[in-house]
């Protein structure tokens, strides 16, 4: 057997310094909750027992949202790709740009959506963002899903996508607008994005925030027929998604 084909695709575990970050919170704040809430009995301290319980709670917070970004990172975010990929309307020879497309969750999936088409992948390769990732983790997964030869993946700004206007059928873009630091650079973003789109080609964005600036931004440019779906609770944080074409 190809060994590639006895491998399986790895996408990743998202923001991982958050999910340690609350891990670590978890496992200092619950037990000192608690034994402070055990002190505060011996010792009749009311004011240390509130002091425990508040710990201990927020401990046990930080311990349920971190298992929510685990549920997220490997099954909810699969879900949200397919809900993704559904609210496109391909006919299988377009050209699709995945904007900030990571390990290739999103970009890979559309690939094997495009049997006659493309997929072009953009990132900056952020590690903060998600874990180990990399140009050669996208393009190793791309090849142990056996779409490798329709799929492009290179180095690239959303707020300068590196492709000239009017070049792509649709984009795509999952938890990645979001990282970039101000609103103004989101903005840009958008504003790029909708520049490399052809006209009548079609934009989904699916984030946890922002969306309603995304969808202002989107009108702003002269983008037609956009919505903002409800919350998606296949990821966490809970996500919606921006939908819209270019006349």
């Given at each position: 057997?190809?060994?590639?084909?006895?491998?399986?695709?790895?996408?990743?575990?998202?923001?991982?310094?958050?999910?340690?970050?609350?891990?670590?919170?978890?496992?200092?704040?619950?037990?000192?909750?608690?034994?402070?809430?055990?002190?505060?009995?011996?010792?009749?301290?009311?004011?240390?027992?509130?002091?425990?319980?508040?710990?201990?709670?927020?401990?046990?917070?930080?311990?349920?949202?971190?298992?929510?970004?685990?549920?997220?990172?490997?099954?909810?975010?699969?879900?949200?790709?397919?809900?993704?990929?559904?609210?496109?309307?391909?006919?299988?020879?377009?050209?699709?740009?995945?904007?900030?497309?990571?390990?290739?969750?999103?970009?890979?999936?559309?690939?094997?959506?495009?049997?006659?088409?493309?997929?072009?992948?953009?990132?900056?390769?952020s590690q903060k963002d998600q874990f180990k990732n990399s140009r050669e983790a996208t393009l190793r997964n791309a090849e142990i899903e056996g779409v490798?030869?329709?799929?492009?993946?290179?180095?690239?700004?959303?707020?300068?996508?590196?492709?000239?206007?009017?070049?792509?059928?649709?984009?795509?873009?999952?938890?990645?607008?979001?990282?970039?630091?101000?609103?103004?650079?989101?903005?840009?973003?958008?504003?790029?994005?909708?520049?490399?789109?052809?006209?009548?080609?079609?934009?989904?964005?699916?984030?946890?925030?922002?969306?309603?600036?995304?969808?202002?931004?989107?009108?702003?440019?002269?983008?037609?027929?956009?919505?903002?779906?409800?919350?998606?609770?296949?990821?966490?944080?809970?996500?919606?998604?921006?939908?819209?074409?270019?006349?």
């Amino acid at each position: 057997m190809n060994r590639a084909k006895a491998q399986s695709a790895s996408y990743g575990l998202d923001a991982p310094g958050v999910l340690r970050g609350l891990l670590v919170a978890a496992a200092f704040l619950m037990p000192a909750g608690w034994i402070a809430s055990g002190r505060a009995v011996s010792s009749q301290f009311s004011w240390l027992n509130a002091l425990g319980s508040i710990a201990f709670n927020t401990g046990l917070g930080c311990l349920c949202g971190g298992a929510l970004m685990l549920y997220s990172s490997y099954f909810g975010k699969y879900r949200q790709r397919n809900s993704i990929l559904g609210r496109l309307r391909l006919r299988g020879d377009e050209t699709v740009l995945d904007v900030g497309c990571g390990r290739g969750l999103l970009l890979i999936g559309v690939a094997k959506l495009l049997p006659r088409g493309r997929a072009v992948g953009i990132d900056v390769w952020s590690q903060k963002d998600q874990f180990k990732n990399s140009r050669e983790a996208t393009l190793r997964n791309a090849e142990i899903e056996g779409v490798s030869g329709r799929v492009e993946v290179r180095d690239g700004d959303m707020r300068r996508i590196p492709f000239d206007d009017s070049n792509f059928d649709a984009a795509v873009a999952h938890f990645a607008i979001h990282n970039v630091p101000t609103r103004e650079e989101r903005r840009e973003a958008i504003r790029e994005i909708v520049r490399v789109l052809k006209p009548g080609g079609q934009v989904v964005l699916s984030d946890f925030k922002s969306t309603g600036l995304y969808a202002n931004e989107l009108g702003m440019e002269g983008m037609t027929r956009i919505e903002i779906s409800w919350p998606s609770f296949w990821t966490w944080p809970p996500s919606r998604t921006v939908t819209a074409r270019k006349p």
